[in-house]
């Protein structure tokens, strides 16, 4: 042997023998001591419809197939207040979980969630943060949207009477950065003048026109409005957009639920989430992009984390 190889072979034998100390120093924690626990933090959700309830899964996969197994129901005392969680449990299903979820539901049993998912979390090194931009539900990058609007000026007349989710010149593009939405989710506008809400119709996608003309023929193929007629007397609205607060919300899957007996079916969204928001200048001008304020941070969200041990 030549003293190349001595030498690697000493090495080896340190190496062994540190690993054999360590072994002995961490013993293993037999199956019913090893603690394996999820602690989960939220904040921001309604009360759910009386006959509901959310519920938290975890999701992961087996053979290529999407499984889902159920952690805890649970529902909210108080409008938003911070939910604090701490469960134990199963390694097996730890380790394969990429995603948490809650949903609402109202079946006591059921093997999978419904279609009301409300809030997820991808788990990445024992760590996710909960949030309705979550690959598993709407898929962008909330915090860092932007919303942009132009005016439009009605014919012979300096009123400011359309708002259109647009921008560009020779090429137009989304004013909105909503990606397109999923399942029950949608989106809507509204304006708010003098007092009074003016909606604008609900949408799906920033790259198309909203579900509503109601005061008036379009102006572009996406979400915004000309305000020109009343749709009440088929009149002249005569109303100018200056000043106007303007909102975009997300819309969120929402059960429904005569809490009352009267036949009356009363809606009971999970949160509120104005997604852009702000108010048109007292000098705005015709074809002039304007810029909303990004509202995510008054939205609900949460905190997950995975604690595993082993050994003593």
């Given at each position: ?5 001595f030498?690697k072979?000493?090495i ?6 540190l690993?054999?100390i360590?072994?002995e120093?961490?013993?293993?924690l ?7 626990s999820?602690?989960?933090s939220?904040?921001g ?6 006959n ?5 899964w ?10 889902y197994?159920?952690i805890?129901s649970?529902k909210v005392d108080?409008?938003?207040q911070?939910?604090n969680?701490?469960?134990d ?8 979980m990429?995603t ?10 059921i093997?999978q ?12 090194a024992?760590l ?7 690959d598993?539900?709407?898929k962008?990058?909330v915090?860092?949207a932007?919303?942009i609007y132009?005016?439009i000026?009605?014919e012979?007349?300096?009123?400011i ?6 921008k560009g010149?020779?090429?137009?593009k989304p004013?909105?950065?909503?990606p397109?939405?999923?399942g029950?989710w ?6 708010v003048?003098?007092?009074?809400r003016?909606d ?15 005061y ?6 996406f979400?915004g409005?000309?305000?020109?007629k ?5 009149g002249?609205?005569d109303?100018d ?13 929402t059960?429904?639920y005569?809490?009352?007996g009267?036949?009356?079916k ?6 509120e989430?104005?997604?852009f928001?702000g108010?048109?200048p007292?000098d705005?001008q ?12 008054t ?12 050994f003593?």
């Amino acid at each position: 042997m030549d003293r190349l190889s001595f030498s690697k072979f000493i090495i080896a034998l340190v190496i062994i023998g540190l690993m054999s100390i360590s072994c002995e120093r961490s013993d293993l924690l037999s199956p019913e001591e090893q603690v394996t626990s999820l602690k989960i933090s939220l904040s921001g959700l309604n009360n759910p419809a009386p006959n509901a309830r959310y519920v938290l899964w975890a999701v992961y996969d087996s053979a290529k197939i999407e499984l889902y197994s159920e952690i805890d129901s649970f529902k909210v005392d108080g409008d938003g207040q911070l939910i604090n969680m701490d469960y134990d449990i199963n390694l097996g299903v730890l380790q394969k979980m990429h995603t948490l979820l809650v949903s609402m539901e109202t079946e006591d049993t059921i093997p999978q969630p419904s279609d009301y998912k409300v809030l997820a979390a991808k788990v990445k090194a024992n760590l996710g943060t909960f949030s309705v931009g979550d690959d598993y539900l709407l898929k962008f990058d909330v915090a860092n949207a932007k919303g942009i609007y132009r005016l439009i000026k009605a014919e012979n007349s300096d009123k400011i009477t359309g708002i259109w989710f647009v921008k560009g010149d020779s090429v137009l593009k989304p004013g909105l950065d909503l990606p397109k939405a999923k399942g029950l989710w949608k989106y809507s506008a509204y304006i708010v003048k003098d007092g009074k809400r003016y909606d604008m119709g609900d949408f799906v996608s920033a790259d198309g026109a909203d579900g509503s003309d109601l005061y008036g023929a379009p102006s572009f193929a996406f979400p915004g409005e000309n305000f020109l007629k009343d749709p009440e007397s088929g009149g002249n609205l005569d109303l100018d957009l200056r000043g106007a607060e303007v909102y975009v919300e997300i819309i969120p899957p929402t059960l429904r639920y005569d809490a009352d007996g009267d036949g009356k079916k009363e809606s009971y969204p999970p949160f509120e989430l104005i997604m852009f928001k702000g108010q048109i200048p007292q000098d705005a001008q015709a074809d002039t992009e304007y810029e909303l304020t990004n509202n995510s941070a008054t939205f609900p969200g949460g905190s997950m984390e995975i604690n595993i041990n082993l050994f003593k």
